[in-house]
């Protein structure tokens, strides 16, 4: 049984590019978030997509935007990037039409703008 | 918005010795999950624990949702339990974002 993957692993931009990372959520899983987690806290909540839709976002700028694909995997953009979106950042998956939602975390990618 | 507070933030343990971590939250929760990040980023699930008690192994959880707290504990420590523990919550009803904590952060030291 496949867990969650992103990819890359890690990932060096400098400031105001943009970046593109994915995420493949866990086998049976059809909802997909994505956290934010700056070094030393705990993650943040950016969005969440199920149905190739946005359906919950985070006190995130309209820099950070997404996509969900038919096969459920995600993308996560950010355009302009800052010196303060260095981070960790990770993707959840979970079952949405079940009684248990528990998450399941992907292993990160960790992003340094320079 | 809801207020999770973790406490210790930092705890070193000699190995072989139990810990429990606690874990506070400011409002009524539907469920709450613990994990452990290692070294590497990963977060590893823990328990799913909305009330009541759990054990896996050495590990063992306890919500008591009506007084707003959960605790870890954590017996016969291992080096390999090392990392960050986090403690997030579900606020709403279904499948609504997690809520986490700062964190503790745990050393075993041989």
């Known amino acids: 049984d496949a867990g969650v993957t992103q990819s890359p692993t890690h990932l060096i931009k400098t400031r105001g590019q943009q970046v593109t990372l994915r995420c493949s959520p866990k086998s049976g899983h059809d909802t997909v978030s994505w956290y934010q987690q700056a070094l030393g806290q705990g993650p943040q909540f950016i969005f969440q997509?199920?149905?190739?839709?946005?359906?919950q976002r985070g006190n995130f700028p309209d820099r950070f935007s997404g996509h969900q694909f038919p096969n459920y995997s995600s993308e996560l953009n950010v355009n302009a990037l800052l010196l303060g979106d260095s981070a960790l950042y990770l993707c959840?998956?979970?079952?949405?039409?079940?009684?248990?939602?528990?998450?399941?975390f992907g292993p990160g990618t960790r992003l340094t703008v320079t | 918005g809801i207020q999770v507070e973790q406490s210790p933030p930092d705890l070193i343990l000699q190995e072989g010795a139990n810990s429990t971590l606690r874990c506070n939250f400011s409002?009524?929760?539907?469920?709450l999950q613990w994990f452990h990040q290692n070294p590497w980023g990963q977060l590893i699930n823990l328990f799913y624990?909305?009330?009541g008690t759990k054990q896996n192994g050495r590990l063992s959880a306890t919500t008591v949702a009506t007084e707003r707290y959960s605790l870890l504990y954590i017996s016969s420590s291992q080096t390999t339990d090392s990392g960050v523990y986090f403690c997030?919550?579900?606020?709403?009803?279904?499948?609504?974002?997690?809520?986490f904590g700062k964190g503790t952060r745990l050393s075993v030291i041989a």
């Open positions: 997030a919550v579900y606020t709403g009803q279904g499948n609504t974002p997690l809520v």
């Open positions: 997509y199920y149905e190739e839709e946005e359906r």
């Open positions: 409002d009524s929760v539907n469920n």
């Open positions: 959840a998956s979970s079952p949405r039409l079940v009684l248990t939602y528990e998450q399941y």
């Open positions: 624990i909305p009330s």
